[in-house]
């Protein structure tokens, strides 16, 4: 069946330094791909999505591009702020039903 | 923005009883969805809908049972509750396509004592 992994649990960085979050994919078809974030005690909303035609997503200051070659879709920031502190999931879907699979998320945690 | 509203957003019910977990979407979505969500598990499916009157099991929908008796409503059951079933619960809802945004509720923090 489909999976997504997530290697990092928690990571930690000062605000300013860059950051990437890892995520890998297993699917029998050609999935999308969704990076959903959640700050404390709220919902799980959308961040970014991958495109039908290769455009890499931005939003926020975070973007990440669609591998299909190694089945990644790592999340990357150049410059993080306190505010991205937050739980990440990376999610994929295919089909008409749109089911998400995620992964188990990272924690990202902005220090000044 | 869409509107997912799950209702009560905290509930401490007692093993072997019954729990009914309720969320109302005002978007007109077909498609509506019941997570839980566990560290070290993510968000896992328990049931989703592709519309009024369907249910479908998820991928971990043993223990629970869902409802969608309208558009707008969706309901996640607990017969008997466990205390495994203490969890955080998020109900969403989204489009029929693949590459279309699924909208979440605050979610249900539900504890089985």
């Known amino acids: 069946g489909d999976s997504v992994t997530q290697t990092e649990g928690l990571v930690t960085l000062t605000e300013g330094l860059p950051v990437m979050l890892n995520c890998t994919y297993q699917?029998?078809?050609?999935?999308?791909l969704f990076w959903y974030v959640q700050h404390l005690n709220e919902a799980p909303k959308l961040l970014l999505k991958?495109?039908?035609?290769?455009k890499r997503p931005e939003h926020q200051g975070f973007h990440a591009t669609l591998h299909k070659s190694s089945s990644s879709f790592h999340l990357q920031k150049s410059s993080a702020q306190l505010s991205d502190s937050a739980l990440y999931y990376c999610?994929?879907?295919?089909?008409?039903?749109?089911?998400?699979?995620f992964g188990i998320g990272t924690r990202v945690l902005v220090r000044p | 923005e869409a509107a997912v509203t799950q209702s009560p957003r905290n509930k401490v019910a007692v093993t072997g009883g019954k729990v009914t977990l309720s969320c109302n979407q005002t978007?007109?979505?077909?498609?509506m969805y019941w997570y839980r969500q566990d560290t070290g598990h993510g968000l896992r499916l328990i049931h989703y809908?592709?519309?009024?009157?369907?249910?479908e099991k998820g991928d971990i929908p043993d223990g629970y049972k869902a409802s969608r008796p309208s558009q707008e409503n969706f309901s996640l059951i607990l017969e008997l509750a466990t205390p495994s079933q203490t969890s955080v619960y998020f109900c969403?809802?989204?489009?029929?396509?693949?590459?279309?945004?699924?909208?979440f509720g605050k979610g249900t923090r539900l504890t089985v004592v």
């Open positions: 978007n007109n979505h077909n498609n």
């Open positions: 999610a994929l879907s295919e089909g008409a039903g749109n089911k998400l699979t």
């Open positions: 809908s592709y519309g009024a009157g369907s249910t």
């Open positions: 699917s029998t078809y050609s999935p999308f």
């Open positions: 991958s495109f039908t035609d290769n």
């Open positions: 969403a809802s989204g489009g029929t396509g693949a590459n279309t945004e699924v909208f």
